[in-house]
């Protein structure tokens, strides 16, 4: 009897936190669920402009002067949208899409909860330099962009599936001069 009393009470104390927790009408239109739906269309708008790769401008715009950016591969950590400026630099690379309305991105999941948003997908084929970047080693991608409360990305962490020729070149960084050495390429001075 005991045992079943134990039982009714976990049973009912359970479906009241379910209920609790559940959505309700008056709850989806919370300061914090409108934040978030924030965070989801300023990072859809985000991914947009990365894609298209027409706007340089517009895409500096969606982050904040101390950006931390952290690409995972390639182990490099930047602390300013001026070392992200230099590391991305659209403007002066060898980047072409195959059509100007070819899409550079396929996003194939966003996800937001409170301030994050993450995305999945992957790069479509481009040239680079002259050459063809198809699909031979997967070309995928996720995304974490944290936004502050005025909707501007603080930090951002890339972890892109690479060409086995830039990972062989960051083993081979690391072999000859360490982790935490900036990559040669990357000119970081002002």
Not at 93 to 117: C, M, R, W
Not at 153 to 164: A, N, S, T
Request: glycine share 4%; proline share 4%; net charge negative.
């Amino acid at each position: 009897m005991i045992r079943l009393i134990k039982r009714l009470i976990w049973g009912s104390a359970m479906l009241a936190i379910s209920w609790q927790c559940s959505p309700d009408e008056s709850s989806t239109n919370t300061p914090n669920s409108s934040y978030e739906e924030a965070v989801r269309e300023t990072a859809t708008a985000f991914f947009s402009t990365f894609s298209e790769r027409k706007d340089w401008e517009k895409l500096l715009s969606f982050y904040r002067a101390d950006l931390q950016f952290h690409d995972i591969a390639l182990q490099l950590e930047l602390d300013s949208l001026w070392q992200f400026e230099r590391f991305y630099n659209w403007p002066d690379t060898g980047f072409h899409k195959l059509s100007p309305e070819q899409e550079h991105l396929a996003i194939e999941s966003l996800v937001v909860e409170n301030s994050t948003a993450v995305v999945r997908g992957h790069l479509n084929p481009f040239f680079y330099y002259g050459q063809r970047v198809d699909t031979d080693w997967g070309m995928e991608f996720t995304i974490w962009l944290y936004f502050d409360q005025d909707l501007k990305i603080k930090r951002q962490v890339d972890w892109f599936e690479y060409d086995p020729s830039v990972v062989e070149s960051v083993l081979t960084r690391y072999k000859t001069q360490g982790v935490e050495k900036t990559p040669d390429w990357l000119d970081l001075s002002r």
